[in-house]
């Protein structure tokens, strides 16, 4: 099945240590956003791509980067981690009209989420 | 992106129909009304959509009042695997902005 992956599930760092948290797609979807999730909380948007073209939210913290090399893979990286950093991040794609792919039973306008990747920072 | 207003938790049995509701108050003529839910432990997913009409799919059935300052999500049949957060989600779907804003979102608890 075409699905969003997110590895690893799990990823312990420690204090100011940079780290890198990896999503893919089969879904061939030409968004892909990155949430942040902390404990009891509903997931907040840190930036997504839409194709190449890179969207910063405002309140989204320097320490926090993004890199998409292809449409597959998106990355997030964060610099130099703090405690408060320590969340569950969320990946996510959608795809706009025009670029859905064809025989596709997914839904246009609709988001499709990864698993997560735990964060936990020592 | 407009902001909805939800119960924090509900209950109900196993089997039998759960209403979730959710109120927008501030809604825009362009806005659609999303529901997406979260699975224990698992990242959120797509349940339904709609603009104006009631809606019905496989999971769920999302009824929208006339002046749309408010919708339901219905579940026909609840099972303890439909226990999750709901969010009801206004959002403009402009071209090139995709964006979903989380609510709190209503703890759904399903009774055995």
């Known amino acids: 099945d075409a699905m969003v992956i997110q590895n690893p599930r799990y990823q312990v760092t420690q204090f100011g240590k940079p780290v890198t948290l990896s999503c893919s797609q089969t879904?061939?979807?030409?968004?892909m956003y990155w949430y942040q999730q902390k404990s009891s909380q509903a997931p907040k948007l840190l930036f997504h791509?839409?194709?190449?073209?890179?969207?910063n939210e405002a309140d989204t913290p320097d320490n926090f980067q993004s890199r998409r090399p292809n449409t597959s893979f998106c990355f997030l990286d964060i610099r130099s981690p703090g405690l408060g950093d320590a969340a569950m991040y969320l990946c996510?794609?959608?795809?706009?009209?025009?670029?859905?792919?064809?025989?596709?039973?997914?839904?246009?306008?609709?988001?499709?989420f990864g698993p997560g990747t735990r964060l936990t920072v020592l | 992106d407009a902001k909805t207003t939800q119960p924090n938790s509900m209950e109900s049995n196993e089997e039998e129909p759960v209403h979730l509701p959710c109120n927008h108050s501030?809604?825009?003529?362009?806005?659609?009304i999303h529901w997406y839910r979260q699975l224990p432990s698992q990242g959120p997913e797509y349940v339904i959509h709609g603009l104006t009409s009631n809606v019905n799919n496989r999971m769920a059935s999302l009824a929208i009042a006339e002046d749309r300052k408010s919708s339901t999500l219905i579940l026909h049949r609840a099972t303890l695997r439909d226990a999750a957060v709901y969010y009801c989600i206004l959002r403009e779907t402009n071209f090139g902005n995709e964006k979903l804003t989380f609510g709190t979102g209503t703890r759904l608890t399903i009774i055995p």
């Open positions: 879904l061939n979807h030409n968004v």
């Open positions: 996510a794609t959608s795809s706009t009209l025009g670029h859905q792919p064809s025989g596709s039973p997914h839904t246009l306008d609709t988001q499709y």
């Open positions: 501030t809604i825009s003529g362009t806005d659609y």
């Open positions: 791509y839409y194709d190449k073209d890179f969207n």
